[in-house]
């Protein structure tokens, strides 16, 4: 779908709800009128085809009219997510940022001229063809991060289909390919985008219950979350008819005690990488982990047990490093799967296997096992290096009372005992009061998160 078409879907929605927040409801009118405010301000400043353009990725109806704005002028757009405020300068370099605009509407805004970009080939490429252009960042897990750069015309294709229209909540954030992919399947099929101010389980249930959310797409590590604080059972959840999951492995304890605290609401794996845009995917039953990923402009392969992709939607490359395509275009997700005919199971990346002795170790397998224990708020597992064997199995648990750490370590090997070969039951253990998820809310492995810096603010 090219912007053209694009637009007049959003015209052919008139007065539907496009928006709504604790603050106020947009219509598609007021959102196409808000759009065309920025795209006059964005004229006046100098700002058109090709030039890259970064600002404030927190979901709302300011940020939205902007995005559409700057896709209507063919600019390259870069949504920075006030969660990595840490980050905004190597953030705005390594995206060759020429603009940066911030404030809370059109008539407020603040544009700076960050100076002209020193050139790249994938820039000066893609500004000979005429579309917009999105630059998202990877992770930085493993290392720094990667500057990741797509025509926003390929990622549009996806919506030309209609489908059904749904009241979705905005958990995913627009620095984000999942948050992208939420607010224009919304847009694009006539659906109304819930925003939250916060990502904490009692905002994100009131929004649910408040504004009659169908569809919430999110993590399981959130999940893990709500089901603990049980904010659900307080909240109305009659209007929730699908639950959407991915960004991590789903513990199968996690998914199972879903099945059970929601009884009428349909679970869904997700799959999608910010290199390659967001697949297609059907879960093979309800409660099931195996899940069947691809759709049109899609191809999947597994060679030697990882997860291979090819799509029409795929980046044209990293602004920072080598590409990461083969000469056919096939795309090494990193992510290690089982395989069943035409299904597949996720067992992780391979950049945070634990190798005991030559014995592979996942992650998420023994998060999964360890969530079952009583007074287990959160845990996390990695490899640390050891002399003998290589590495061990370290995990750092979150509890929701205070226990020893001698106590809890005998509970867990009783517990792991039977459910988990002896290489994979933990050797050490750490109690630790930090967060261990970020922003996004994903698990991370590698370091605790400062209990200051919870999942963020959003406008609304």
């Not at 006046?44 to 090709?50: E, N």
């Not at 509970?411 to 005992?417: A, E, I, N």
């Not at 809310?441 to 609304?460: E, F, L, Q, Y």
Request: hydrophobic content about 40%; aromatic content about 6%; some cysteine.
């Amino acid at each position: 779908m090219n912007r053209d078409r694009m637009l007049e879907r959003l015209r052919s929605w008139g007065d539907r709800e496009a928006l709504v927040g604790d603050r106020r409801s947009v219509r598609y009118t007021d959102l196409l009128t808000e759009m065309d405010r920025w795209i006059d301000i964005l004229e006046a400043a100098g700002i058109g085809p090709g030039r890259v353009v970064a600002f404030d990725g927190d979901f709302s109806d300011r940020t939205v009219t902007l995005l559409l704005a700057l896709l209507m002028r063919n600019s390259i757009v870069v949504p920075l997510s006030s969660a990595a405020e840490g980050q905004r300068a190597e953030s705005l370099q390594m995206a060759q940022a020429e603009f940066l605009i911030t404030g809370h509407d059109a008539d407020g805004a603040i544009i700076t001229p960050l100076g002209d970009r020193p050139g790249h080939p994938l820039l000066d490429a893609l500004d000979q063809t005429g579309h917009p252009g999105l630059i998202l960042f990877s992770s930085g897990s493993t290392g720094r991060s990667k500057a990741i750069l797509h025509d926003f015309d390929r990622l549009l294709g996806k919506f030309e289909v209609p489908r059904p229209s749904h009241r979705i909540l905005s958990f995913l954030l627009l620095d984000h390919i999942g948050g992208l992919n939420t607010l224009f399947a919304g847009l694009s099929h006539g659906g109304t985008l819930i925003t939250v101010r916060d990502r904490r389980p009692e905002s994100i249930c009131r929004a649910i219950a408040q504004h009659h959310a169908e569809v919430l797409p999110t993590s399981p590590t959130f999940l893990n979350l709500l089901l603990l604080t049980e904010e659900y059972r307080r909240h109305d959840f009659s209007s929730l008819r699908l639950i959407t999951y991915g960004t991590e492995p789903m513990p199968a304890s996690t998914l199972a005690r879903l099945q059970r605290a929601f009884p009428g609401v349909r679970l869904q794996q997700t799959y999608g990488l910010s290199e390659l845009g967001i697949l297609r995917s059907k879960s093979r039953e309800d409660g099931s982990l195996w899940v069947k990923v691809g759709g049109e402009g899609y191809e999947t392969k597994v060679v030697e047990g990882i997860l291979w992709i090819r799509a029409r939607t795929a980046m044209l490359g990293y602004l920072n490093a080598d590409g990461a395509l083969d000469a056919n275009g096939w795309f090494n997700t990193q992510d290690a799967v089982e395989q069943d005919g035409e299904w597949i199971r996720i067992l992780g990346r391979t950049t945070d296997l634990i190798n005991v002795g030559g014995q592979k170790v996942y992650p998420a397998e023994v998060e999964g096992t360890l969530l079952e224990i009583d007074n287990v708020l959160d845990a996390t597992v990695h490899g640390e290096p050891n002399p003998i064997i290589g590495q061990c199995v370290v995990a750092r648990i979150n509890l929701r009372e205070p226990e020893t750490a001698a106590d809890f370590k005998a509970r867990m090997r009783r517990h792991c005992r039977g459910r988990l070969a002896p290489y994979m039951i933990p050797v050490k253990v750490e109690l630790t009061d930090d967060i261990q998820y970020n922003a996004r809310g994903k698990r991370m492995r590698s370091r605790a998160v400062s209990p200051s810096h919870p999942i963020p603010d959003s406008t609304s």
